[in-house]
């Protein structure tokens, strides 16, 4: 390994020569010495000298004696430096890194993002989205599931109609997928237990402060269940994985941000769709968000929870392949999850038996042929299964506050951005 000390071991090695190496992140110039503060990636070092200074952002190896300082980053810093520039930048970053708080306004960011991002304010929701994928894969590895990784280009734009990207594919009509649902189901039938950290694609044109064109989407689909109560008992673990990784891994990032993380009922707290309408006075096919504002603070309020589930939705507004509930065949037995007032994750029990599901394509007036090769899965016998999706960037933007999705995300996709 390269034999380079981080910026959070310096207090490690007092008495010690030592080598660090990142980016210059801030420069202090007093009378008779100088401060270099450089940034790595975990997090800052100071050196104290007497020689010129690199200009910021400047890539720099440093060398030298560690000693303890009770005022420096960490309590400790390096004297009687040698400093090594490795490179050095054309142009000055749009905003200035080193202060706590950001000086840009979101378009700027986005704009310039490779840079912006070095900013440690930035950078934490990036830190807590990997944590969280961290603890998904955790969660389910350990819970018997098997990673697999589906395809991104599909033949048939079979799942929510016309609001998908098209694209040439040798001369044949294709299209980028909206999700692995149907492929995550089949695999249901091969390894019993699945689950995927990928990107979809959604040609919607909404221009808000929620929606992306691509996302990342954390699936699971899980067989043998006795109905959708199973799979929200399997999410119920994978959320508080998600956030004990979070707690672990990017500790810093949270304190860097302020946040407090919501803690996870040993069984978070559901209410059926139709008592959700009675509680909110309104009777939609659908919760508005203004209904899911309303049904989070009543969570909190009356069970102390941030997590709600909603349940029972009505099978009209659900896909065709949803198992309706038995005893209320109107309804389904689908849910959503609603965190902070805002609806995270969809999932619910699945149709397995092959009649089921021409029954299901016939009541909606919807051909079997486009359906014929995720259809043939059913045809070889399926269990009972189920599941459900989790937009990370969304995940990210509620549990950091943000304001804006595009914050939650690198290099955001949306009705206007495709670069950088």
């Known amino acids: 390994m390269i034999s380079r000390v981080m910026s959070a071991e310096l207090a490690e090695h007092v008495g010690r020569r030592v080598t660090i190496a990142g980016w210059v992140h801030r420069r202090r110039r007093l009378k008779s010495v100088s401060f270099l ?6 997090g800052l070092a100071q050196a104290v000298t007497s020689a010129p200074l690199p200009a910021e952002e400047s890539v720099v190896r440093v060398t030298g004696l560690v000693t303890a300082n009770p005022q420096a980053p960490g309590g400790a810093e390096i004297t009687e430096p040698r400093v090594e520039v490795l490179s050095e930048p054309i142009e000055a970053p749009p905003f200035d890194l080193y202060r706590p708080v950001v000086p840009a306004t979101l378009p700027t960011i986005l704009d310039h993002a490779p840079v912006a991002l070095r900013h440690p304010r930035l950078r934490a929701p990036l830190e807590i989205s990997a944590a969280s994928v961290a603890g998904f894969r955790e969660t389910l590895d350990r819970l018997g599931f098997t990673e697999i990784h589906t395809p991104k280009i599909v033949e048939s734009a079979t799942e929510s109609g016309a609001n998908v990207f098209a694209l040439d594919y040798f001369g044949r009509p ?64 994978v959320l508080a994985g998600m956030l004990e990784s979070v707690r672990r891994r990017a500790a810093t990032a949270v304190e860097t941000l302020g946040l407090t993380l919501p803690g996870v009922p040993a069984e ?51 896909p065709f392949y949803t198992h309706p509930d038995p005893a209320r065949p109107d309804c389904s037995n689908g849910f959503d999850l609603l965190f902070r007032g805002l609806e995270l994750v969809t999932g619910g029990q699945r149709l397995h038996r092959h009649g089921d599901y021409l029954a299901a394509l016939a009541a909606r007036g919807e051909p079997v042929g486009p359906y014929e090769g995720y259809l043939r899965a059913f045809a070889h016998g399926m269990p009972p299964h189920g599941g459900f999706a989790i937009g990370l960037e969304r995940w990210t933007a509620r549990l950091t506050g943000a304001a804006n999705i595009r914050e939650a995300a690198l290099f955001p996709r949306d009705l206007h951005r495709l670069s950088p």
């Open 174 to 237: 294709a299209y980028l997928a909206q999700s692995p649902q149907f492929f995550k189901q089949a695999m249901v039938g091969v390894f019993e237990r699945v689950y995927e950290v990928g990107p979809v694609f959604r040609a919607e044109p909404h221009d808000t402060a929620r929606h992306l064109a691509q996302y990342t989407s954390l699936d699971a689909e899980l067989g043998f269940v006795r109905d959708h109560r199973d799979v929200m008992a399997v999410l119920r673990e």
């Open 268 to 318: 978070i707290p559901a209410v059926h769709f139709t008592e959700a309408q009675r509680m909110t006075g309104e009777d939609e096919p659908d919760l508005s968000p203004a209904q899911e504002r309303w049904l989070s603070e009543w969570a909190l309020r009356e069970h102390g929870s941030e997590f709600l589930f909603v349940t029972g939705y009505p099978m009209a507004k659900r």
């Open 37 to 42: 503060v450089v940034r790595d990636r975990a």
